[in-house]
């Protein structure tokens, strides 16, 4: 980075210095310190608005609160109730910290992008990045999680012997083997990596673009079109945040009902 | 580093991630084309279905836009994070 301080930067410069996260290592090693503290940060936020909602839960004048998370639960029960065919006390409650807390995180990315890292190069901090899932290892790691959940309920379910004669006879017969192993690990690669790459495109192209819209404000003459645009792409961005999130949980429940169904004879 | 064949690949990668994000938004626009002309029909054939087929359509679009929204996001890795003028040694 050429200039570090506000006058002087190019567009690519300042473009490149917000993507870049505040990081300690090199290269493969590197720890984004940003991510992991603002994930932390959403996750006590879900935690402990779950532990308060739990000291004061009353049936009869429930709170505004209380309905809203009322709704929220019974949207992701009637999901997890569609759509999981098996009796698992665990996927419900999973499907809903994964949509909240994702939930969270993405809408990390309606604070106006310069505000937290201005305030962060207060302090000395030169470099953040608050969108924990605009990081590739956030989305990824939960995707990970759910497909280490999808194999282990894979086992449990079907047991080792059937879950390798999945791999071994599915799609095709008994005589096309190797085809058949082929695209079944495909299938089940396909899985986490779509997961993980679905949340982590759509946020990464909806922060790029808050940053250019931000970039308007270089000539004076653009900055009613800076507002408009902000506003407009803001708006937008509520919906595909929520829409990511319900995504994300949808599909962890539906692989998880795909995993724990019973193989039946083709 | 050769300045020409900086310039080479500067000028290749830019079209090359023109072309990538064209098709990526040609490939978008089709599919939510699709999806919402389907979700009109069936608003056409049943209309008390519409709000269990709006979720079912705004669902089935964001899987649909998993695969534009990961070209997008790798040319945006050859627009700033360019791999070949890594390789070239810049």
Redesign the interface.
């Known amino acids: 980075m050429a200039q570090a301080n506000g006058e002087g930067l190019t567009p690519v410069q300042y ?2 210095h917000h ?1 870049e996260n505040l990081h300690v290592g090199d290269g493969f090693w590197s720890v984004n310190i940003d991510t992991i503290v603002f994930g932390w940060l959403t996750f006590g936020l879900v935690m402990l608005g779950a532990w308060r909602m739990n000291k004061s839960l009353t049936a009869e004048a429930p709170s505004g609160i209380q309905s809203f998370l009322e709704v929220v639960v019974e949207f992701v029960d009637n999901q997890v109730k569609s759509i999981f065919t098996g009796r698992n006390a665990l996927v419900a409650p999973l499907a809903l910290t994964i949509f909240m807390w994702v939930f969270l995180m993405n809408a990390m990315d309606l604070v106006p992008v310069d505000l937290l890292p201005w305030l962060a190069s207060l302090v000395g901090i030169n470099y953040l990045k608050v969108v924990p899932t605009t990081d590739l290892s956030t989305t990824f790691a939960l995707a990970l999680s759910v497909f280490i959940l999808i194999i282990f309920y894979n086992i449990k379910v079907k047991g080792v012997g059937g879950y390798i004669k999945m791999f071994l006879f599915h799609p095709f017969g008994k005589y096309l083997i190797p085809v058949n192993i082929v695209m079944t690990a495909i299938e089940e690669v396909a899985k986490p990596v ?1 997961l993980g ?2 949340l ?3 946020m ?2 909806g922060e ?1 673009l808050f940053m250019l819209i931000a970039l308007l404000t270089a000539a004076a003459y653009l900055i009613p079109a800076q507002i408009v645009l902000g506003l407009a792409w803001a708006i937008f961005h509520i919906l595909v945040i929520t ?2 999130a ?2 994300f949980m ?2 962890t429940v539906v692989y998880l009902g795909m995993a724990s169904a019973d193989m039946d004879e083709h | 580093m050769n300045p020409e064949l900086a310039v080479q690949i500067y000028s290749s990668t830019a079209i090359a991630v023109g072309i990538i994000l064209a098709a990526a938004g040609l490939g978008s626009a089709l599919g939510w084309g699709m999806i919402c002309s389907k979700y009109i029909e069936g608003i056409a054939r049943q209309p008390e279905m519409r709000p269990q087929l709006m979720g079912q359509m705004l669902f089935t679009g964001g899987l649909m836009e998993a695969f534009p929204m990961i070209v997008l996001g790798m040319a945006m890795w050859f627009v700033f994070a360019n791999p070949f003028i890594g390789a070239a040694g810049g």
């Open positions: 473009i490149q993507l779509s790459l679905r982590f495109g759509n990464f192209a790029l829409l990511q319900f995504i949808l599909l």
